[in-house]
């Protein structure tokens, strides 16, 4: 029996087969390589030392997925494959909604062929909007802000739509909040084309030099010290996640939604000091206007994880920072050294 995970040459997607295969499971990886090298692949089997069955295939291929689930036995699909940048998402929403939503439809459509009812699938804290409740629970209302959190809630709702119609469906919505941090090797990690928009990757560009600067987008925020705080979680942990949701679908039918989490909120200063002080390094950074579309402060209850799944994040904001620059260290140009 094999897991199929789409999207596994990306960034959580490698931290994930990882951990699949550290833990026994065999792997089957379909990617498109739109956001990713296929070097991820070979160096998840360095780290592990076991193989993974690769696919250079695309969602939208009905039939390039279909060859895929003849040719294996799977048991269960985990969904990393998407788009996921805010900013594209506005400017190109057609590509968006025709690669996430339709995408998954295409491959729900395939999974339902082959009789596969099983799936874990990435959606985010994004779908929690602009509430400035904290900290936020599953059960909170949802809106989207962007293209790309209205994908994430039409496929939680096409998700929950499949389980009612159908009682075999064993679903795991999975809630990220900000994914950091990389493998401890430091062979694997996340690699943005472009200069990047999340924090991290931008804090260890500027540590390495590549950029200049970094921008932190508003200090007048009503926070402790003015900037926007989030729950980042290495993304090892956010992996381990996966592995557990999975388990629970052996027992479980229908829809489940859970947080992936710490349940502390960093501000932007915080990430900062944590970085410099983590690897001794000076990072370079000024006060700019806030970002449109910022919510001031978002962190995770993530006591839901923890109740049903047996999950919890266990590495610190050290680890995160030590990990990420680890990565950018070894790496400076991402898979393509
Ligand atoms: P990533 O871009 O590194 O990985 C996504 C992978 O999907 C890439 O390898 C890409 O090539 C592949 N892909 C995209 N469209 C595809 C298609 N049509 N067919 C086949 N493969 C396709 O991103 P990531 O950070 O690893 O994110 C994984 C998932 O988690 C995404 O769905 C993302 O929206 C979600 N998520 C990410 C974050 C984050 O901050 N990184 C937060 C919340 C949710
Ligand atoms: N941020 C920043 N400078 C940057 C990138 C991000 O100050 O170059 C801030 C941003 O305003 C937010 C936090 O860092 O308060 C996390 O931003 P990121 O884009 O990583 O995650 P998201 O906002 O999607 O949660």
Redesign the pocket.
């Given at each position: 029996m094999s897991i199929l995970v789409?999207?596994?040459?990306?960034?959580?997607?490698?931290h994930t087969c990882v951990l699949l295969l550290e833990a026994g499971y065999d792997v089957v990886v379909?990617?498109?390589?739109?956001?990713?090298s296929p070097k991820?692949i070979g160096r998840v089997e360095k780290i592990t030392g076991k193989k993974i069955k690769f696919y250079e295939?695309?969602?939208?291929?009905k039939n390039g997925m279909r060859k895929i689930f003849k040719e294996n036995d799977i048991d269960a699909v985990i969904?990393?494959?998407?788009?996921?940048a805010v900013g594209e998402s506005v400017a190109q929403p057609l590509k968006y909604y025709e690669?996430?939503i339709s995408?998954t439809v295409c491959l729900l459509e395939v999974m339902n062929e082959f009789n596969v009812k099983k799936m874990v699938?990435?959606?985010?804290?994004?779908v929690y909007g602009m509430t400035d409740k904290v900290p936020l629970t599953e059960d909170l209302p949802t809106s989207a802000n962007s293209p790309?959190g209205q994908?994430?809630l039409m496929i939680e709702q096409i998700l929950t739509d499949l389980a009612v119609s159908d009682k075999e469906w064993s679903i795991s919505l999975l809630?990220?909040?900000?994914?950091v941090g990389a493998h401890e090797s430091g062979s694997i990690g996340?690699?943005p084309k472009g200069i990047p928009n999340?924090l991290m990757p931008y804090i260890t560009q500027v540590a390495s030099g590549k950029l200049e600067q970094l921008s932190i987008f508003g200090n007048d925020y009503p926070t402790k010290d003015g900037t926007g705080v989030r729950d980042y979680i290495h993304?090892v942990d956010l992996a381990d996640g996966h592995l557990k949701a999975l388990d629970k679908l052996n027992t479980t039918k229908g829809v489940m939604i859970h947080n992936l989490g710490t349940g502390v909120g960093y501000s932007v200063l915080d990430l900062v000091n944590a970085f410099q002080e983590a690897n001794n390094l000076k990072i370079n950074y000024k006060f700019a206007p806030r970002r449109p579309g910022d919510v001031v402060t978002c962190y995770a209850d993530p006591s839901k994880a923890k109740k049903e799944l047996g999950w919890e994040a266990k590495k610190s904001v050290v680890d995160m920072c030590r990990d990420s620059w680890n990565w950018q260290k070894n790496n400076p140009n991402g898979y393509d050294d």
């Open positions: 789409t999207g596994g040459a990306g960034y959580i997607g490698s379909l990617d498109n390589l739109s956001n990713s991820s295939c695309d969602i939208l291929d969904h990393f494959a998407g788009l996921k690669n996430n995408g699938f990435s959606s985010s804290a994004t790309y994908t994430k809630r990220y909040f900000n994914p996340e690699n999340n993304v």
